[in-house]
């Protein structure tokens, strides 16, 4: 079984910052990608920012010069550092994990956060 667990979602005014963190707990052999989604009523979700194991990051072009992925020392955990938030950032935020759960032979597998809100009204 696999746990992700994240934190740090809120209500903040425009301009304001926030960040959000996931931790990865479970049957986890190896993590590939962790990674931030968003979706917002009557959108599709879309790539917020994510994090390989060899640290290639790829943002969402929103996103780009505002925000800010990064991995925890324990490899289990990311966190993202948004600056500059805007009313448009406002959307459910979910942590995404792509790993092998067992050995290096398993089948890739992903799993979902349960989301984090976000709103950024004044």
């Known amino acids: 079984q696999v746990h992700l667990v994240e934190s740090g979602g809120g209500l903040v005014q425009p301009g304001g910052s926030l960040t959000l963190s996931c931790a990865a707990s479970?049957?986890?052999?190896?993590?590939?990608?962790m990674g931030w989604y968003r979706q917002s009523p009557g959108k599709q979700r879309e790539l917020v920012a994510s994090?390989?194991?060899?640290?290639?990051?790829d943002y969402g072009d929103s996103v780009k010069g505002r925000f800010t992925i990064s991995r925890g020392d324990g490899k289990n955990t990311v966190s993202l550092q948004m600056n500059n938030l805007k009313a448009e950032d406002t959307a459910v935020y979910y942590c995404?994990?792509?790993?092998?759960?067992?050995?290096?032979?398993?089948?890739?597998?992903?799993?979902w956060g349960q989301g984090t809100q976000v709103t950024v009204s004044s």
């Open positions: 995404h994990m792509l790993f092998l759960p067992t050995t290096y032979k398993s089948d890739p597998a992903d799993y």
């Open positions: 479970g049957s986890i052999f190896a993590i590939g990608t």
């Open positions: 994090i390989d194991f060899d640290d290639t990051i």
